[in-house]
Nanobody, 127 residues
């Protein structure tokens, strides 16, 4: 069974940093692009970033570009999101998401291409 378990969230001050992790199991992690998404009240699911299966290509939403970095360690079946210069607007639940097709990748991914995502980890940015 596919399992995605996020960790690393917490409470930080504006301008602070967090590193989120997503431990993946139950599928061949190295064959799948992965994304970080976040909940946006009134807007639904907001895509944050995508990384291709090999970790050689990444794309970011404009709202996080230059501040967040997605990466992966295929040997450890783990996805990461380094979050720097955090803003109160970044406060929400962050989830990692697996795409339903092996080796799928798009610089403008569609949310309907996910087939699994984790329960999420809460990030709160507040003074």
């Amino acid at each position: 069974e596919v399992q995605l378990v996020e960790s690393g969230g917490g409470l930080v001050q504006p301008g602070g940093s967090l590193r989120l992790s997503c431990a993946a199991s139950g599928f061949t992690f190295s064959r799948y692009a992965m994304s970080w998404v976040r909940q946006a009240p009134g807007k639904g699911l907001e895509w944050v970033s995508i990384i291709n299966s090999g970790g050689t290509s990444t794309t970011y939403a404009d709202s996080v570009k230059g501040r967040f970095t997605i990466s992966r360690d295929n040997a450890k079946n783990t996805l990461y999101l380094q979050m720097n210069s955090l803003k109160p607007e970044d406060t929400t639940v962050y989830c990692c998401a697996k795409y339903r097709s092996p080796d799928y990748y798009s610089s403008r991914p569609s949310n309907d291409m996910y087939d699994y995502w984790g329960q999420g980890t809460q990030v709160t940015v507040s003074s």
